[in-house]
């Protein structure tokens, strides 16, 4: 089958995913159109990423889910060409269903860190920064922002919300690490790079035009602060939540010279 053919049919499979009536129908025709578009070169498969954001539409948690899937596994390794996509994480923060929110927190903090690596190592490298991927980052710090509103509601009691309120918070303490560490903190393995890339700090210190690291740190420091201020309501907060506190306090302090004490 030859690339067009492959992206007809791709096409169809994510469309009969938005439009058949019966849930399994939609769950294999998104199976398939993944495949489909694991198969197909970066710029073909993200011809038909405008499609695939549509799913978001979907009244099926299970589509949206799977929606998150494909974000995380097509759009990471063509993430020049995510653009369309990676607003999807940011609106499926304020999904009714609790899976749909923590999955989406998962695959943001992904993107965040990557598109992070890219912003730093592009200027590093050839000393400038791509359109797109400044583009991506204002998207990953609307992204940000919109987890730490969550990190800081104080409606947990219930294990939806415990569950999404635990996740932002480790959100927040990857935030918290990238910018307060000059050692390496951040490994991810991308496996379809086939390399192990990690980010630095450091790597700002010769300067950056949309990164600045004096502020980062400073934003960074703040957090630790927040969480300070968390724990000093941790009775009425849920036991899971107040550990994880602990746990973010205990990494953020370990590689930082907050002023919080």
Known sequence: MNVADSRDQALSLVTAALNHA???VKLSSLKQAKDILSSLDSSSAADLFPYVADLQRSPHTLV????????????????EHSSVLV?????????VDSD???????????????????????????????????????????????????????????????GIKLLALKFLETYVLLFTSDNVYYE?????RGSR???????????????????????????????LDMLQSASSLPGAVTITIVNCLEAGFSTSSSACL
């Open 22 to 24: 019966d849930l399994a």
């Open 87 to 95: 607003p999807v994480l940011v609106a499926f923060l304020r999904d």
């Open 100 to 162: 749909v929110v923590k999955q989406s927190i998962v695959t943001g903090t992904h993107f965040f860190c990557c598109v992070l690596e890219e912003m730093a190592l592009q200027f590093q490298q050839h000393g400038k920064v791509d359109q797109w991927v400044q583009e991506l980052w204002i998207w990953m710090v609307g992204f940000k922002e919109g987890v730490f509103s969550i990190a800081l509601q104080e409606n947990c009691q219930k294990p939806g919300p415990i």
């Open 188 to 192: 991810k393995f991308e496996a379809t």
């Open 197 to 227: 890339r990690t980010f630095n700090i450091s790597w700002l210190s010769g300067g950056h035009p949309m990164l600045d690291p004096v502020a980062l740190r400073s934003d960074a420091n703040r957090t630790l602060c927040v969480f």
């Open 64 to 79: 949206r889910k799977f929606l998150l899937e494909i974000i995380e596994d097509i759009g990471l390794r063509t993430i």
